[in-house]
């Protein structure tokens, strides 16, 4: 059964750099859209980006277009946020999310997903 840990998280100025990392377990991600999604207390959860099986096509959300990256590596089963130009908006717990798919898509909505990691916190502060 497949299993996801998110890290990498962190307290971070405004305007810096953070890498997420979500490591799978027990099965290859090669066959697995993977999401990932932010939710601060008391607001639904939000989709941050998602990335097809194959990698080749990624969505980012608006709010986060031209400063978060998403990748996958197959080799180290890993896939990867990359996230710059950090503002205090962005301060949430971030998940990542897997669904096994034969076809090359993802989707930014949350009910898509059948596997979730436990979530790392980010904060956006000075």
């Known amino acids: 059964q497949l299993q996801l840990v998110e890290s990498g998280g962190g307290l971070v100025q405004p305007g810096g750099s953070l890498r997420l990392s979500c490591a799978g377990s027990g099965r290859t991600l090669d066959s697995y859209a993977i999401g990932w999604f932010r939710q601060v207390p008391g607001e639904e959860r939000e989709g941050v980006s998602c990335?097809?099986?194959?990698?080749?096509?990624?969505y980012p959300s608006e709010s986060v277009k031209g400063r978060f990256t998403i990748s996958r590596d197959s080799a180290k089963n890993t896939v990867y946020l990359q996230m710059n130009s950090l503002k205090p908006d962005d301060t949430a717990v971030y998940y990542c999310?897997?669904?096994?798919?034969?076809?090359?898509?993802?989707?930014?909505?949350?009910?898509?997903?059948?596997?979730w990691g436990q979530g790392t916190q980010v904060t956006v502060s000075s």
């Open positions: 999310a897997a669904r096994p798919t034969l076809q090359t898509v993802c989707t930014l909505t949350n009910q898509w997903y059948r596997t």
């Open positions: 990335i097809s099986k194959s990698g080749i096509d990624t």
